[in-house]
């Protein structure tokens, strides 16, 4: 049986969301895509990703409260923010004088946006550039990737998101953005992880062919850009957020595969041991 599988036989399905809260968070949802008040970036400033800036944000909101339990009135620390998709619908769901957000992204650009369009109207919203080297996004930065260590003290925040990061990271970089994580993770926090996580047998539709990476457990489908679309071995991603000292709650399967699931990239929940604050 492999990993992947294990884990979804296994996996504790999430507490229920009630019968009111769904509907509320429905229509929030419905309301982040048609309000045409809230930040955009100008079309030819998404330069992170593709398809609808805000549906995506509105889509993945729903993932954070139903699947990653987030609550209105925690501190939420967005690693890889890009251009603010998933900030923009977060302003409307944190608690304004309670919540609070981080961001950082190693593309200038998008940071700077971020700041002048997003802050000023979310004083709780936060955005940082930090210059990690990155062959595709930022390759004459500064510090390499396996010595990132994000400036904020230890169990700094409660919910973690790590979307469409670990797709861009190789192994051994993503040893150190988990082991990061369980450091600034509260007792009770969440980290919120999307990847391709390869368990030997699905390989993905026609779009995304991956082969492995050398003899190590990285995966890419692109070969002249192996870090534009990065896959890793769903046991090395288990054992690594393990012993960075996270509690794996679940690896949930993505469509990417062809298969039926709520969210296209596979998707890792792990906890921080101990009692929330």
Known sequence: MTATL?????????????????????????QIQSNRFLPHPPPDSIFVGDGDYRAIGAEFLGHFVRLGRLQPHERVFDIGCGIGRMAVPLTQYLDPERGSYDGVDPVMDGILWCAQTITPAYPRFRFQRLDIAHPLYNPQGSLPGIEVRFGFPNQSFDFIIMTSVATHLPPDELVVYLNEAARLLAPGGRLFLTAFALDGQSTGQERLKFRRWGEGPGWYAIEEAPLAAAGID?????EHATQAGLAVERLGQGHWRGVSAAHYQDLLIAVKPGEAR
């Not at 769903?234 to 288990?238: N, P, R, S, V």
Request: zero cysteines; glycine letters at 4%.
């Open 6 to 30: 294990a884990l979804r036989q296994n996996a504790p399905e999430p507490a229920p969301v009630s019968e009111r809260a769904q509907r509320e968070l429905d229509f929030l949802m419905r």
């Open 234 to 238: 769903a046991g090395f991603l288990l």
